[in-house]
């Protein structure tokens, strides 16, 4: 069954600690992202990926970093820099290069909601 | 810069019709797209439009004005499940990131 993975669902950490988010999808997809997504707010894009070990910062990367070894993955790491880590992050991954363009729509995972204690 | 508008809530009674409103300001334009998420979960794909005009899928419809920078999302024969957040999202000049606006909460009542 084709799809997009985030793992853990729910996650805890402690303040000052770093910790990673997976996200995998096995749909061939070109381009992954990360967005950051706070009550009552829209998706923020933290960093985005077209193509396997390159990737560009978003308009809110400070404090995240990523990598993008396999096609498949694109894991989120959550720095201890990052001042205001408590949110539900969403990664969500499309083709770049089809002749129909609607079919470069984001598919996007269920979510990992990340809790600071 | 980039930035798209929405308005923050709407409301709505069953069986109605509503309109959502969509202004963006970017850097380039290559295509909106419509998603909607329900509280907790993941953005659903709703439509998608890169040349000006309607497109129509059952209730739903998605309008763009490249010139205004405008799109709307029309919901008909509004239905209780419908009650949910709505994002509108645009794709960057470079064609790859999808820039989101804040959404529109849509409470659908009886």
Same mark, same amino acid.
């Given at each position: 069954d084709g799809g997009i993975t985030q793992s853990p669902k729910y996650l805890f950490r402690k303040e000052g600690q770093n910790v990673t988010l997976s996200c995998e999808q096995?749909?061939?997809? &070109?381009a992954m992202y990360w967005y950051r997504q706070d009550p009552g707010q829209g998706l923020r894009l933290i960093y985005y990926s077209q193509i396997v070990n390159d990737f560009q910062k978003g308009d809110i990367a400070e404090g995240y970093s990523v990598s993008r070894? @396999? @096609?498949?993955s694109f894991p989120l790491t959550v720095t201890?820099?990052? @001042?205001?880590?408590?949110a539900f992050y969403l990664c969500a991954s499309s083709h770049l290069n089809? %002749? &129909?363009?609607?079919? %470069?729509r984001a598919f996007f995972g269920q979510g990992t909601r990340l809790t600071v204690v | 810069g980039q930035n798209i508008d929405q308005p923050t809530e709407m409301t709505a009674t069953e069986g109605a019709i509503v309109q959502i409103n969509c202004t963006y300001q970017t850097s380039g334009f290559n295509g909106l797209f419509w998603y909607q998420q329900h509280a907790g979960e993941a953005p659903t794909f709703l439509s998608y439009n890169v040349l000006d005009g309607l497109e129509e899928k059952g209730r739903f419809s998605s309008f763009l004005s490249r010139s205004k920078g405008y799109s709307y999302l029309l919901l008909k024969?509004?239905?209780?499940?419908?009650?949910a957040s709505y994002l509108c999202a645009v794709r960057d000049r470079t064609g790859t990131a999808l820039i989101f606006g804040k959404g529109t909460t849509l409470s659908v009542s009886s």
């Open positions: 096995n749909l061939n997809h &070109d070894e @396999k @096609k498949e201890s820099a990052q @001042k205001n880590p408590t089809t %002749r &129909d363009l609607q079919t %470069r | 024969e509004l239905q209780m499940k419908d009650s």
